[in-house]
């Protein structure tokens, strides 16, 4: 799970839907209402389709992930936190990317971030399967989990699993644009309209 988690929003997939997706342009001279909204993300949703062919072939190569372990699953009592748990990372995934897709760039970071939050969490419990029951009452080190695992990086101690620092830094690079209501989450959506409104 946690090698799928990696793959959940790499930096190069971003950089390249940054770099494919223009957004379109729309000259709005009043508050938009539901029907001119609804209308504007469907076509957004379209033009990153339309421009990001060769990133939707890394997407159905994600959704193959997925697709293996998830598929006509049985899943045994012991097992069936972790597949929730992977559950709730493909869901993110999905959401994630289609808030990309409609430029809502923070609520792309935030769902992401949800997902690394659950692959953290089953990296502890695929390391110690009677963690889940911790996991389960919210006790340690689920209840500060990112601060246990950045103690043991400090502290030069064995991980749960290799990819923790990596996931960590995801999840603080997500935080920093799923978390504020400042000038870089509200860019992709308020600088077109500022543009239009000065012309």
């Known amino acids: 799970m946690i090698g799928y988690a990696r793959l959940i929003f790499p930096a190069r997939l971003a950089q390249r839907y940054f770099e494919a997706i223009t957004m379109t342009a729309h000259i709005l001279r009043e508050p938009i209402d539901i ?15 339309a421009n990001g062919s060769e990133e939707l072939k890394i997407i159905g190569h994600l959704q193959g992930l997925y697709r293996a372990p998830m598929s006509n699953a049985t899943v045994g009592e012991n097992e069936f936190v972790l597949f929730q748990l992977l559950t709730f990372t493909h869901y993110h995934f999905l959401y994630a ?10 609520e792309a970071f935030a769902s992401a971030r949800a997902a690394v939050d659950a692959a ?8 110690d399967r009677a963690s889940q029951v911790a996991y389960a009452q919210r006790t340690k080190p689920f209840d500060k989990l990112n601060r246990h695992y950045k ?49």
């Open 35 to 49: 029907i001119k909204f609804v209308g504007i993300e469907h076509e957004q949703i379209l033009v990153s389709l």
């Open 120 to 127: 953290l969490i089953a990296a502890q419990i695929i390391h």
């Open 97 to 106: 990317l289609a808030c990309h897709m409609r430029c809502h760039l923070s």
């Open 151 to 199: 103690n043991l990086i400090r502290d030069n101690k064995r991980l749960p699993h290799a990819l923790i620092p990596d996931l960590i830094k995801l999840h603080d690079d997500f935080s920093s644009f799923a978390s504020h209501a400042d000038i870089a989450r509200a860019l992709c959506i308020g600088l077109k309209r500022s543009r239009a409104t000065r012309r």
